[in-house]
């Protein structure tokens, strides 16, 4: 049972693009949506996080929109480049703890 | 990384046999996390830890145990290996709840 559902699975877009990737959660109780980064060989790394009382966080090129009525949130990639390709993760929490991670999305950005 | 180490970096070990998987981390991070990630998975649970000898079980934790005896420690042990734990872990650490959690590099283990 995945409480997070990412999609798409993989993505392709070219250099300059916005890329969004998007989840759906089930548990209102959810209270810390990050969104993490990994590279190949790599451990994940916090890209951004944000939190249901906002509806957008912008860090950079990178924002994430949050809908708490539709219980959905995407990450959106502004002036994508080859090095932004990466496997990027949704997640979810309820009281800080136990992050519930999304399926991944692979991102491949075209020079 | 923030100081998160994790070893062995690959193992390959036989079904039925004990293996044991090691976290070590500089932070003093209160908090530990061994997640397993697997294709059309994303990252799952095993176990977590709230402090010294202070864990609690999570999604996945059949066939694991873990320990922490140090807070910079945080063991994972599978007690007799099974072909469905060939798969990639990782270490977390947590300053504290509902802030940064710092993954090690992984672990690729392999069960024949």
């Known amino acids: 049972q995945q409480q997070v559902k990412q999609s798409p699975q993989s993505l392709i877009v070219q250099k300059g693009g916005i890329p969004i990737i998007n989840c759906a959660y089930e548990?209102?109780?959810?209270?810390?949506f990050p969104w993490y980064q990994q590279f190949p060989g790599k451990g994940p790394a916090l890209l951004i996080a944000?939190?249901?009382?906002?509806s957008e966080k912008k860090e950079g090129r990178f924002t994430i929109s949050f809908n708490k009525s539709a219980k959905q949130f995407s990450l959106h990639i502004m002036d994508s480049q080859p090095g932004d390709s990466a496997t990027y993760f949704c997640a979810a929490t309820q009281g800080g703890n136990k992050l519930v991670f999304g399926a991944g999305t692979i991102l491949r950005v075209k020079s | 990384d923030a100081g998160i180490t994790q070893s062995p970096r690959h193992k390959v070990t036989e079904t039925g046999t004990p293996v044991t998987l090691r976290c070590h981390q500089t932070e003093n991070h209160r908090y530990m996390y061994w997640y397993r990630q697997d294709p059309g998975h994303g990252l799952r649970l095993i176990h977590y830890s709230y402090g010294v000898k202070d864990t609690d079980k999570g999604e996945v934790s059949d066939g694991y145990s873990v320990s922490r005896s140090k807070t910079e420690d945080f063991l994972l042990t599978l007690e007799s290996a099974t072909s469905s734990q060939t798969s990639v872990y990782f270490c977390?650490?947590?300053?504290?709840?509902?802030?940064?959690?710092?993954f090690g590099q992984g672990t690729r283990l392999t069960v024949v």
């Open positions: 548990n209102t109780a959810f209270d810390y």
């Open positions: 944000i939190r249901p009382d906002v």
């Open positions: 977390a650490t947590e300053m504290a709840l509902n802030t940064e959690a710092f």
